[in-house]
């Protein structure tokens, strides 16, 4: 496996979210080292506020299962054909990788939690994408459904802030343009 050593501004302003995966697996112990690296996002109080579920490898089978069960209701009435058609969507990705925050009864914590796992989850975004692998951060409805939370085992008190998905891509996606600083920074006192 080819390691790309992008510089940082090279891989933040080259990565893409991946939304059509190849189906090829992630291996367990390179999602495992991206985590172990991403962990060094910045978070108030040193809280290091997430922990994550993820399913990557002979575990991904019961995970599709529990997603169409969740987003298929009645699967059962449909062709295999089209069952597996939209199942793709759960299927490609090479791994999964649920991240959980704490929901502080405290605003202020509550929020800084939360912005800290989203800088968590950037990293792990960039430090895939250095490995040549894709990702993208989704965050459908059943991420707060009882039964997904139970599944999970998330417990009271916590959230599920990002269903992120990795995997290996075939083609890039075109970037989505940005607006410049001219247009989002007004300076001080003008
Ligand atoms: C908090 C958050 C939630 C997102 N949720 C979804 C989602 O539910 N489905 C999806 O296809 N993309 C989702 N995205 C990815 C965005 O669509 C993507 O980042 C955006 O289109 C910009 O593309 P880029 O990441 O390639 O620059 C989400 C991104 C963020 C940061």
């Given at each position: 496996m080819s390691e790309h050593f992008l510089s940082v501004r090279d891989a933040i302003i080259e990565r893409r979210s991946i939304?059509?995966?190849?189906?090829q697996p992630v291996d367990r112990e390179q999602l495992l080292t991206i985590i172990d690296d991403a962990v060094w996002a910045p978070n108030h109080g040193n809280r290091e506020p997430w922990r994550l579920v993820v399913a990557c490898g002979k575990e991904l089978f019961a995970l599709h299962d529990l997603l169409r069960d969740l987003t298929i209701?009645?699967?059962?009435?449909?062709s295999s054909e089209d069952l597996t058609k939209q199942m793709t969507k759960f299927t490609l990705p090479g791994g999964y990788a649920f991240v959980i925050v704490p929901e502080d009864a405290r605003q202020k914590e509550r929020l800084e939690d939360f912005a800290a796992a989203s800088t968590f989850i950037q990293n792990m975004q960039l430090l895939a994408w250095d490995k040549g692998i894709g990702s993208c951060w989704k965050t459908p409805g059943?991420?707060?459904?009882p039964k997904f939370r139970e599944a999970l085992k998330v417990?009271?008190?916590?959230?599920?802030?990002a269903m992120l998905q990795v995997g290996y891509f075939d083609d890039i996606p075109k970037a989505k343009e940005r607006k410049t600083s001219a247009e989002i920074v007004t300076i001080f006192g003008e």
């Open positions: 939304k059509k995966f190849n189906g209701p009645k699967w059962q009435e449909l059943f991420l707060d459904n417990q009271p008190g916590e959230r599920v802030i």
